[in-house]
Structure formats: C-alpha cells, structure tokens
C-alpha cells in the first residue's frame, strides 16, 4: 500500500522537474516503505532502477550494466566490458535522452562495502560526468550509520553535492486508519503500540483478526518473519551488538535512569554513553526530560526510553523468553503478554495523547512533567497558558477522583502560567459525575481514545 508519503513525494518531483542534473539522497531503515515510495515516484517516468546485492564486484557492475543495455535497448553495449560504476555512467550520459531519466541505485551502501573507493567513485560521476545531464540520480539505502558515513558526513566525497536528501520515518500514528479501515480506535492504538508506523509490519498485521494471535503467529514463531528482525536491524548497524541489546532489553524493562542501566550493565556511566549516543542516533531510544526545563540539554533529570515500539515490545517480550520460542513454546510469551498487555499500551497512549495536545492546540511544546514525588502524563506550554493532562488507558471509566488528583498536582509546576484546561483522556470512558462536571467548567476536557487524532 501506498500510504501518506505526499510530502517526500512532492520533493521527488520537484527534483525531477527542475533542469539538468539533480542528485538525491533517501535513506531510513528497513521496512519503513522506501522502495514503495521510489516505486510510486518512477511509475510514469524513464527509469533505471538497480538493487545492491552482496556479491562479488564485477557481478554488481556486469547486472549493473545489463540494465543499462535494457533501458538504452544497446546491444552493442552488451558486448563491451566495462570495468566501472564511472564507465557505465559515462556511455549512458552520452546517449541522446528524449526527457530526465531517473537513475535509482538501492542499497547503496552495499556498494561502499565492496569497495571503499565508491563514494570517491561517485563524487567524480556527480561532479564530472552527469553534472549537466537531464538525470535525476537517487541513491537509496536501509543501514543509515552506513548511508551516513558514504553519502552525509563531512568526511564523505559526496558531502555537500545531493540537491535533496530525504530521511523516511516511520508513519505517524493518523495514518494506521487507511492500513486498518474496520479496525476501532482502540485497536490502531494497541496495533501501533506493538509494530509502530512500519508499513511491512503493518501489512502482516492487515487481514488480522485477534491482535494476540496475529503477534503469536507474525512475532513469537520462530519461523515467523519478524521474530529475527530487530536482532538484523542492530548486527548490521553498529559493532558489539550485545551491548546494545543489553541496554534496550534493560530499558524495556523500566530501567530509565542513566546510571541504574549501567548498573544493570556492571559498568560506569561513562562506559556506556558511546552507546546511548549512537542507539540516539538510529533513533531507537531518546533522552525525556520534564517539559519544563529552561535548559533541556543541560538537564540531569533526563531519562530514556525506547522511540520505536516495536523494539520495545520485542526486547520485552521475544528477547527474555527465546529459550521458550525457540523450542516452539510460544504460550508462555502469550501469557505474559496477555497478563500486562494494558500496562504494555499504556506508554504509547501517553506519547499519543501528547502528540493530541500538539495537533490541537497552539503550544510551544508538549510532554511529560514530574518532580521527586510527583508525575503528570501531558503537560502543555504555550507563551500564555498551560494544558496538563492525566492519561487512563485501563478496563474502568475515569471519576471526578483523577481530575481532583491532577489539580492538586498542577499546582506543584514551576511555571508561573495560568492552567487553561484539564484534560483527561480515557480508554473505557468517564463516569456520570465527571461528565456533569465537564458541563458546568470551561477548563475541563474529556478525550475518549483518541478519536480528534484522525480529524
């Protein structure tokens, strides 16, 4: 399926309708839908496209090469032996194209791996040979420390020369709706908090019925395609991978305090910051400190936590009972998750209910809040006026009692703003009383799961 994507589309055209030679860069990790993207963007256009395999260098450049003759319809050029990425460019940037050909190179990466001359090759392909060409070259890969390192860094040949770079996300919570259009509020939620915005996963997930068991039968299998898949995702990104998982399976066990993960690592904070640093940079944890810190950078009440949801559920739930699922034994993983699913959710419906307050309100910034002693879910910040918010993602309807308790924890905030309005958001509704209560004053707002999210 094609879902959003509207705005990266909308950077691909334009690219391809400017003049002359245009150089892109796309990268983000596995399964996030960057060939379905480059697939709706080639549809009604020339094109070469080439995946990047792993296999000896003059195999590469040989397929490389017959695609070429394919798309030119050169036979002659078959029978020539061309020894290089910078020849095969060459021979195409000398033939007479009618309109901009669109030259797509997945994988790249793979490149760089079997031979480390490719960026240095490529920056002369860019600078020399295609620069006043009608293509729209684009190079795409799925290992981003390594599509960093050959194609974005300072240190890269190819700094500085791509007239658009495109990072692609995961989708957003909105978007899970066109994935599942039967599907209520309440399960887009519980699906987004095990697979995040991935649409491989998504799609596993499409003609599922049960959520538990389309995650035993897509997950806990040993067989299944995403039992292996965060293990993959971090062999091929960083060295040590033991290390990280370490601290991804300590996080995603509630340790979020700097110095209490490298305790449970039996070493010093400052052995393990490399690592924190670089799970910050895949975007795989992040660092949350109270919304209302003047200087956010400087913070030492930072605690982290797990970005992408799926990660956190795997290193939750697939990682501490291999020994179980390797043996088939799939019931016990079932049982735990079954035992704390909501709690498991809850997290995820706190970020969402966040990202509500953002969408629907004029604020400089939104998140948690909390003290020694106190925790508030959605904190909002505006030059004028604050929001807070408590979050309730459980079986039971929400009483006046939660509103109560809010207020009396709204006044424990530093910041010297007048508070606009209560927010409460509910899974399973709110009780007779409070719903009075929201008739009778303006600064009380009552969210039921998160429908607005959609509008």
Same mark, same amino acid.
């Given at each position: 399926?094609?879902?959003?994507?509207?705005?990266?589309?909308?950077?691909?055209?334009?690219?391809y309708?400017?003049?002359?030679?245009?150089?892109?860069?796309?990268?983000?990790?596995?399964?996030?839908?960057?060939?379905?993207?480059?697939?709706?963007?080639?549809?009604?256009?020339?094109?070469i496209?080439?995946?990047?395999?792993?296999?000896?260098?003059?195999?590469?450049?040989?397929?490389?090469?017959? #695609?070429?003759?394919?798309?030119?319809?050169?036979?002659?050029?078959?029978?020539?032996?061309?020894?290089?990425?910078?020849?095969?460019f060459?021979?195409?940037?000398?033939q007479?194209?009618?309109?901009?050909?669109?030259?797509?190179?997945?994988?790249f990466?793979?490149?760089?791996?079997?031979?480390?001359?490719?960026?240095?090759?490529?920056?002369?392909?860019?600078?020399?040979?295609?620069?006043?060409?009608?293509?729209?070259?684009?190079?795409?890969?799925?290992?981003?420390?390594?599509?960093?390192?050959?194609?974005?860094?300072?240190?890269?040949?190819?700094?500085?020369?791509?007239?658009?770079?495109?990072?692609?996300?995961?989708?957003?919570?909105?978007?899970?709706?066109?994935f599942?259009?039967?599907?209520?509020e309440?399960?887009?939620?519980?699906?987004?908090?095990?697979?995040?915005?991935?649409?491989?996963?998504?799609?596993?997930f499409?003609?599922?019925?049960?959520?538990?068991?389309?995650?035993?039968?897509?997950?806990l299998?040993?067989?299944?395609?995403?039992?292996?898949?965060?293990?993959?995702?971090?062999?091929n990104?960083?060295?040590?991978?033991?290390?990280? /998982?370490?601290?991804?399976?300590?996080?995603?066990?509630?340790?979020?305090?700097?110095?209490n993960?490298?305790?449970?690592?039996?070493?010093?904070?400052?052995?393990?910051?490399?690592?924190?640093?670089?799970?910050?940079? #895949?975007?795989?944890?992040?660092?949350?400190?109270?919304?209302?810190?003047?200087?956010?950078?400087?913070?030492?009440?930072?605690?982290?936590?797990?970005?992408?949801?799926?990660?956190? /559920?795997?290193?939750?739930?697939?990682?501490?009972?291999?020994?179980? #699922?390797?043996?088939?034994?799939?019931?016990?993983?079932?049982?735990?998750?079954?035992?704390?699913?909501?709690?498991?959710?809850?997290?995820?419906?706190?970020?969402?209910?966040?990202e509500?307050?953002?969408?629907?309100?004029?604020?400089?910034?939104?998140?948690?809040?909390?003290?020694?002693?106190?925790?508030?879910?959605?904190v909002?910040?505006?030059?004028? /006026? #604050?929001?807070?918010?408590?979050?309730?993602?459980?079986?039971?309807?929400?009483?006046?009692?939660?509103?109560?308790?809010?207020?009396?924890?709204?006044?424990?905030?530093?910041?010297?703003?007048p508070?606009?309005?209560?927010?409460?958001?509910?899974?399973?509704? /709110?009780?007779?009383y409070?719903?009075?209560?929201?008739?009778?004053?303006?600064?009380?707002?009552?969210?039921?799961?998160?429908?607005?999210?959609?509008?």
């Open positions: 399926m094609f879902v959003n994507r509207q705005k990266e589309l909308k950077i691909l055209e334009e690219e309708t400017n003049l002359g030679f245009r150089f892109t860069v796309l990268y983000g990790r596995r399964r996030v839908g960057k060939t379905t993207l480059i697939k709706e963007y080639i549809s009604s256009k020339p094109y496209y080439f995946l990047v395999t792993l296999e000896a260098l003059p195999i590469v450049l040989r397929r490389f090469q017959n #695609l070429v003759v394919d798309f030119l319809e050169d036979e002659f050029l078959r029978e020539i032996e061309l020894k290089s990425f910078e020849q095969i060459s021979y195409l940037a000398k007479n194209l009618p309109k901009k050909v669109v030259v797509v190179i997945d994988e990466q793979y490149l760089g791996k079997l031979d480390k001359s490719i960026p240095s090759q490529f920056q002369y392909i860019v600078d020399e040979i295609l620069k006043s060409k009608n293509i729209h070259l684009l190079l795409c890969g799925s290992i981003i420390s390594m599509m960093y390192e050959q194609t974005l860094s300072y240190s890269s040949p190819l700094y500085g020369r791509r007239t658009s770079g495109i990072k692609l996300d995961a989708l957003s919570f909105e978007y899970l709706g066109a599942f259009p039967t599907k209520n309440i399960e887009l939620i519980e699906l987004y908090a095990v697979l995040y915005g991935v649409p491989k996963y998504l799609e596993l499409k003609d599922s019925g049960d959520i538990f068991e389309a995650i035993e039968r897509n997950i299998d040993k067989n299944a395609f995403l039992y292996e898949e965060p293990r993959f995702i971090l062999q990104e960083v060295n040590e991978p033991m290390t990280y /998982f370490t601290i991804l399976e300590t996080i995603a066990n509630g340790e979020h305090k700097l110095g993960i490298a305790g449970k690592l039996n070493k010093n904070v400052q052995n393990i910051t490399s690592f924190i640093s670089k799970l910050i940079e #895949l975007e795989l944890i992040y660092k949350e400190v109270p919304v209302t810190e003047k200087l956010p950078n400087k913070s030492k009440k930072g605690l982290y936590f797990i970005k992408d949801n799926f990660f956190r /559920f795997w290193f939750s739930y697939v990682l501490p009972y291999r020994s179980q #699922l390797e043996l088939g034994n799939t019931n016990y993983a079932m049982v735990k998750i079954k035992e704390n699913f909501s709690g498991f959710v809850a997290k995820v419906y706190e970020d969402l209910s966040v509500y307050v953002l969408k629907n309100y004029p604020l400089l910034k939104a998140g948690r809040w909390w003290s020694k002693d106190e925790e508030i879910d959605v909002g910040v505006s030059e004028e /006026f #604050l929001l807070v918010g408590e979050c309730k993602y459980s079986n039971k309807k929400v009483g006046v009692d939660i509103l109560e308790s809010l207020e009396r924890k709204s006044k424990k905030i530093e910041l010297k703003l508070i606009k309005h209560y927010l409460l958001f509910s899974k399973s509704g /709110f009780t007779n409070l719903l009075e209560v929201e008739k009778d004053r303006d600064d009380v707002v009552l969210v039921s799961a998160l429908a607005p999210v959609y509008k």
